[in-house]
Every structure is written in structure tokens, then in C-alpha cells.
């Protein structure tokens, strides 16, 4: 089983999620790595195994910190998979809410 943060996006012209950026997290040290910038396609195929899960990672400007936000989940239907954190609040859904990683060209 692997946990994973998920802080950032990258968004193509049609501001469509291309990339997410990824920490995997070290429970026992409670660490995370660094970013690491995974497309969509390989996000999915890792939160596809159903034992890895992921949450969001926000970084809180008042107490400037990464604090732990809403569990990711992969979604499936005709049209294709994506990953969303919280259905029901329209701010926090399908993960837009996080970092615009556009500026780090990695």
C-alpha cells in the first residue's frame, strides 16, 4: 500500500488537469518526498490499485504549513477516469482548488 499527497496541478490551454504533483508518504518517519510530476494517466493507474490512496496536501498561509486535506478518489464512467476529492463542495471538487504548478516546467 502507498499513501500519497497531492499538492499541485498542471492545465493544458483548455484548462483541462494534465499533470498532478505527487509526494509519497513515509508513515512511519511521517515525511513526505518531493514533488514529483505525474500525468493523469499514471495517477490514475496508481490510485487504480486499490490498496494505494491519496489525500490532498493545501498549504495553509497562516500557519505556514501543508496540512492534510480531503481523500482522493479515481472516478470511472463512460467518458473516462479522473481523479476528484469531494463531490458534494463545488470549491475543493476535481481537485482545481490546489497549486497551479504551470510555472514549473519539470
Do not use: C, P, Q
Not at 9 to 34: C, M, P, Q
Not at 41 to 47: S, Y
Not at 63 to 81: F, H, K, N, P, Q
Not at 91 to 100: F, G, K, M, S, V
Amino acid at each position: 500500500m502507498a499513501l500519497f499527497r497531492i499538492s499541485g496541478i498542471w492545465t493544458d490551454s483548455n484548462k483541462l488537469i494534465t499533470h498532478y504533483g505527487f509526494h509519497t508518504v513515509d508513515v512511519e518517519k511521517n515525511t513526505a518526498t518531493r514533488l514529483e510530476k505525474i500525468s493523469k494517466a499514471e495517477a490514475i493507474l496508481l490510485l487504480g490499485i486499490k490498496e494505494n490512496r491519496a489525500t490532498t496536501w493545501i498549504w495553509d498561509y497562516n500557519v505556514s504549513a501543508w496540512i492534510v486535506g480531503e481523500e482522493v478518489e479515481l472516478v470511472t464512467t463512460t467518458e473516462g477516469s479522473y481523479l476528484r476529492s469531494n463531490a458534494e463542495r463545488n470549491e475543493t471538487n476535481n481537485l482545481a482548488h490546489l497549486i497551479d504548478y504551470d510555472w514549473i516546467r519539470r
